[in-house]
Structures are given as C-alpha cells and as structure tokens.
C-alpha cells in the first residue's frame, strides 16, 4: 500500500522558516509529479508547489520567491523549504503524488503549519 508521510510542520514566528518533508513508498518515486498543497479552516484546499519528474518547479503566486520545493528520487523524498512565513500561510499542508496519464494519485494525511506570534 502507497503511503505519503509528512514531516516537518510545527509553530514558527513571522518571518521565520520550516523546511517540509514527505516520504513516499513503495513507488516508482522518479515518475511522479510532487506536489504540495495547504488547506486553512474553512478554506478551500489550494495548490501550493509543484515539481515534475525532472525536477521542474512551479508556485503559487502568494509563496513565489519565499518557498522552494524540491525533490531527491534516491531519497524517494520531495521537500517544502518555506521562507519568510506569513500568518496568511497558517494551515495543514499536504503532499501529493500523481503519475501523469494514469489514474495512481496518492496523498499524505497533512502536517499543521502555524505562524503565530
């Protein structure tokens, strides 16, 4: 069974940083689009980051310049370095896999990020 495990979440102050981890397996890890996503209380779930398998990235335009994702497929691992939070990035994030074409489409269970003074 796929299972997506996040790590990393946690109470920072404004302006501080968190770096996120999800580890995926039993995967072919390499073919999959990681992508994170966050969900605020009462908040629609929002796509946050993307990174194909080639390690090409892309963002939401609320996280540009202040978060980074990346991948490490020897690791089976993506990654969420979040820079310069904002409480307006308070919220469960949530990672995700999906092999393009196909219907394999797998999710973590979430990881509380709080940014709070």
């Known amino acids: 069974q796929v299972q997506l495990v996040e790590s990393g979440g946690g109470l920072v102050q404004p302006g501080g940083s968190l770096r996120l981890s999800c580890v995926a397996s039993?995967?072919?890890?390499?073919?999959?689009?990681m992508k994170w996503y966050r969900q605020a209380p009462g908040q629609q779930r929002e796509l946050v980051a993307t990174?194909?398998?080639?390690?090409?990235?892309s963002y939401v335009d609320s996280v540009e310049g202040r978060f980074t994702i990346s991948r490490d497929n020897a690791k089976n691992t993506v990654y969420l370095q979040m820079n310069s939070l904002r409480p307006e990035d308070t919220a469960v994030y949530f990672c995700?896999?999906?092999?393009?074409?196909?219907?394999?489409?797998?999710w973590g269970a979430g990881t509380q990020v709080t940014v709070s003074s």
């Open positions: 990174v194909t398998p080639d390690s090409i990235a």
């Open positions: 995700n896999a999906v092999w393009a074409h196909t219907p394999l489409d797998f």
């Open positions: 039993p995967i072919n890890f390499r073919m999959y689009v």
